[in-house]
């Protein structure tokens, strides 16, 4: 039996964790609030992790929105508290925190804000693996001097990596691009749970001896798989993995960092980390956890979702196809969308199920399902086709591009440069717009990337509108309420009986 990972140099694997961003987005909604994450801020920051996520994604969007937080202000405060572990963000390349391509102004004026208000590493991906779509916001990183993780979003079209599409050359050239880029370190994202761990332990092999930048691993426990793609890819001497604390781990989310750190406790690759003190965390997410229960998912047994091994459809992705077939009162349906998701993503170029083109991709499939393929088309299958997220993995099916494009407003040709050179500058016109409402850059860039609910936040925030109950905080207090009204509605349940 091979000991190395009991014998030989130390190569401690770095942990970076993502409880206060992909962990409570993965389960509950992102409704966690900045009030819950400062009791254990300090504490957090001396476990010694490499990086803490606690921005970026769906937070930016969550918090305005619902919440009603200033999301710059949630930086700006976890700062005062966390003082030496860097703050991590994750960034969809030219899409910002948003659903489009953003103009360059906007994308500019957003990285530099962002780093003012406390950023420390930028994971950046774009949702087709076009790089192009990096440019204007890695100019900005390395200007203000930050961390800049260049991302591949892993995806498939088989059940292992391989094929015509995805394969091994696929990831290799794509990491290579990354680190001529000036990567600081590659991100390999997987966002749908779907890596095979033999297989990503012979891509992080390889990797190793082609590129110099460490290699960062991110997945989800969707599938059941994560924590044995961490084992054997670790193996193979990955330097970062994401975690979570175990409240917030595994099911949609990350792998608990608790039992990696038990598993490697005393072999090369020991991260270090105080066991004790990671428990006495999780025992605090455990406290606060009740006021967010209704977010998490109740409609079934398992804690992991074996289907996605076939049909490699994203969690989140899964809930919108729900949502919209129940809408329509066709949830019947959901098994032919799975298979015309497939069938849709092939013809639309292939492009990676990820934010924003898993949305794409799904409403156009339940679309095709329920009025014909290709009778109903949304603006954005339209945007996509014509080039104006990137350039897809595949080439558009000709036809299908030909139906979609009939009669639309910019042509009917595809644009092929990168995608924001197509924009207009925003942010002159958002100024106009907006009046006097923003008082600074911070507030214009919340009304630039969501005009009408960004609007909406800043009259909460400047008392110009009362803020609704619908998005005042749930405290334990009313948690207690509503377990004292259920017990009394069981008591009087079995008294009848």
């Not at 953003?102 to 420390?120: I, N, P, Q, S, W």
Request: with cysteine; aromatic share 8%; net charge negative.
């Amino acid at each position: 039996m091979d000991n190395f990972l009991e014998e030989g140099p130390k190569n401690p694997l770095k942990i970076q964790d993502n409880t206060f961003r992909d962990g409570h987005q993965s389960l509950l909604a992102t409704r966690m609030r900045t009030e819950d994450m400062l009791p254990i801020a300090e504490k957090m920051d001396n476990v010694g992790f490499w990086a803490m996520e606690v921005w970026g994604g769906a937070t930016f969007d969550t918090m305005h929105r619902f919440l009603a937080e200033d999301p710059f202000e949630r930086l700006r405060t976890l700062k005062k508290y966390i003082k030496k572990t860097p703050f991590s963000m994750l960034l969809r390349g030219q899409n910002l925190v948003g659903y489009r391509n953003y103009a360059d102004d906007v994308a500019r004026l957003f990285v530099d804000k962002t780093c003012e208000a406390g950023m420390d590493v930028f994971r950046v991906f774009d949702a087709l693996n076009d790089f192009r779509n990096f440019q204007t916001v890695v100019e900005r990183i390395k200007a203000n001097e930050k961390h800049f993780q260049g991302t591949i979003c892993y995806t498939l079209t088989e059940r292992r990596m391989g094929g015509d599409v995805f394969n091994l050359d696929y990831y290799v050239g794509k990491a290579k691009e990354i680190e001529d880029m000036g990567a600081d370190t590659l991100c390999l994202k997987d966002m749908a749970g779907i890596m095979a761990p033999f297989d990503i332990a012979k891509l992080v092999t390889v990797l190793k001896r082609q590129i110099s930048i460490p290699i960062h691993l991110h997945t989800h426990y969707t599938s059941g798989m994560a924590s044995m793609i961490y084992l054997e890819a670790i193996k193979e001497g990955v330097d970062i993995v994401d975690t979570c604390l175990a409240p917030f781990a595994l099911r949609t989310s990350q792998p608990a960092v608790e039992p990696i750190v038990a598993t490697l406790y005393g072999t090369t690759r020991d991260p270090g980390l105080d066991l004790n003190l990671l428990l006495e965390l999780g025992d605090y997410i455990e406290t606060i956890a009740p006021k967010y229960r209704d977010y998490l998912a109740k409609h079934r047994m398992s804690v992991i979702d074996t289907g996605v091994l076939a049909h490699q459809v994203p969690g989140g992705m899964i809930s919108n196809l729900v949502s919209q077939l129940s809408d329509a009162k066709a949830l019947d349906r959901l098994p032919e969308v799975y298979k015309e998701v497939a069938v849709t993503r092939k013809e639309l170029g292939m492009p990676p199920l990820v934010t924003p083109t898993s949305q794409i991709v799904g409403v156009q499939a339940v679309l095709n399902v329920l009025f014909g393929r290709y009778k109903m088309v949304t603006n954005e299958v339209k945007d996509l086709v014509y080039g104006l997220y990137g350039k897809t993995p595949t080439p558009v099916d000709p036809e299908v591009r030909k139906k979609i494009l009939k009669n639309y407003k910019r042509g009917e040709t595809p644009v092929t440069g990168r995608a924001a050179d197509y924009l207009e500058p925003e942010l002159d016109k958002v100024r106009e717009k907006m009046g006097d409402l923003p008082k600074d850059d911070f507030d214009l860039i919340i009304c630039a990337l969501y005009p009408s609910t960004g609007e909406q936040f800043l009259k909460w925030k400047y008392g110009l509108e009362e803020r609704p109950s619908t998005v005042k905080p749930k405290t334990m207090e009313d948690v207690r309420k509503e377990d004292e009204a259920v017990a009394q509605a069981l008591e009087k349940v079995r008294a009848g009986s």
